[in-house]
């Protein structure tokens, strides 16, 4: 039977969408959740090691954000805002496919421009809305050279900011995991379930023996894109590309290892994302590293293949991540539908803050 979107809704209070990071990153609040025995125990992130240990492998996506957000004038003095999404070399250097407002000021052909920093050329559109943008910049610069000095950080439309170049510092430094890759600027949404990890909890969590995998997933605006059918099967999935190395590879699979097996912790949705397509392609690790799109749909009553444990925000209602989540609460079962909305109702019961910015989940 059919699983009605409406399964995944619930109300928020607004002033509980955390428009602002924790004052420190593991200082924001952990829910823990023991499947075995559905129980429930609140505690902060920075009390992590006590749950996790030796033989343990954090999945995380590595994947750098870029501050994609550009604004531009139209040579009759319009404003704009382009968004870089990602790049198409197919069409050469400085190619990339963006979002583009006003967009239907933006035919095919238009340009604009930011005083001497960078112009810009639309070459085409997509059925999407998305525009194919030629870019002109300084010499020796890129537009990815450019959106780092320039670019405000492309945050999720519920954070509002009065002023984003004032507070365009925190931004640049607080959405963006510790571990991002800069070389892998890849990503127009962070990884958000890393946020909260700081270099000393990795510290703590390494002289436990806990290990960590690296994932690189690009992660994309389909990720705030709420399910729009009336049915949750009826949803047309978003798809992002990922990599995943030989290292993490080999880590999938505790056979493949000599140390004693641990359990398979996924930071994030984005890892899951990865790590479940990976396995539903390949039955052992490869000899080189694996690039391929992320299609996948994972919804109730999915069972998993590789993740025995996650870590995850608390996301937005009728979202493919709430999907996800509910799936991973009862393997094989759709009974995890409930239990999330109880979980979320009294994470909203006790203040938790919601979203990018807010707390975080352990799912073990």
Not at 91 to 105: A, E
Not at 192 to 211: K, N, Y
Request: proline letters at 8%; glycine letters at 6%.
């Amino acid at each position: 039977m059919p699983l009605s979107t409406d399964l995944f809704d619930y109300t928020l209070p607004a002033h509980l969408v955390a428009q602002t990071p924790a004052a420190r990153r593991d200082a924001s609040r952990l829910m823990v959740i023991n499947r075995a025995d559905r129980t429930v125990a609140h505690h902060t992130f920075a009390d992590l090691p006590q749950f996790l240990h030796a033989g343990d492998t954090l999945f995380r996506n590595n994947a750098a954000v870029l501050p994609a957000r550009l604004h531009a004038r139209r040579p009759t003095g319009g404003v704009i805002e382009c968004l870089l999404l990602r790049p198409d070399t197919t069409h050469g250097d400085n190619v990339w496919w963006c979002l583009v407002r006003p967009g239907k000021k933006l035919p095919v052909g238009a340009t604009f421009a930011q005083d001497e920093d960078f112009s810009g050329t639309i070459l085409a559109k997509d059925p999407e809305g998305a525009a194919l943008i030629r870019f002109n910049t300084p010499a020796g610069q890129s537009i990815v050279d450019v959106a780092n000095r320039l670019g405000d950080v492309p945050l999720p439309p519920y954070i509002e900011r009065a002023n984003p170049t004032a507070e365009r510092p925190r931004d640049i430094e607080r959405y963006q995991t510790v571990y991002a890759d800069r070389a892998r600027q890849v990503a127009v949404a962070a990884p958000t379930a890393g946020l909260h990890f700081t270099p000393e909890l990795f510290a703590t969590l390494a002289a436990q023996g806990v290990s960590t995998a690296e994932i690189t997933l690009h992660v994309g605006l389909g990720t705030f894109k709420p399910i729009d059918a009336a049915t949750v099967e009826e949803h047309a999935i978003h798809r992002e590309l990922y990599e995943l190395p030989v290292a993490t590879q080999q880590a999938l699979f505790p056979a493949s290892r000599a140390e004693p097996a641990g359990r398979r912790i996924a930071v994030g949705t984005t890892s899951v994302r990865s790590i479940e397509d990976f396995l539903s392609r390949h039955a052992a690790p490869l000899d080189q590293p694996h690039f391929a799109e992320a299609g996948i749909y994972i919804y109730p009553p999915r069972t998993f293949a590789g993740v025995d444990a996650l870590i995850t925000n608390f996301h937005q209602p009728r979202s493919t991540l709430l999907c996800l989540v509910s799936a991973f609460l009862t393997p094989g079962s759709t009974d995890g539908i409930a239990w999330l909305k109880e979980l979320y109702a009294e994470a909203i019961a006790r203040e938790y803050r919601f979203f990018s910015y807010g707390d975080a989940m352990l799912i073990l």
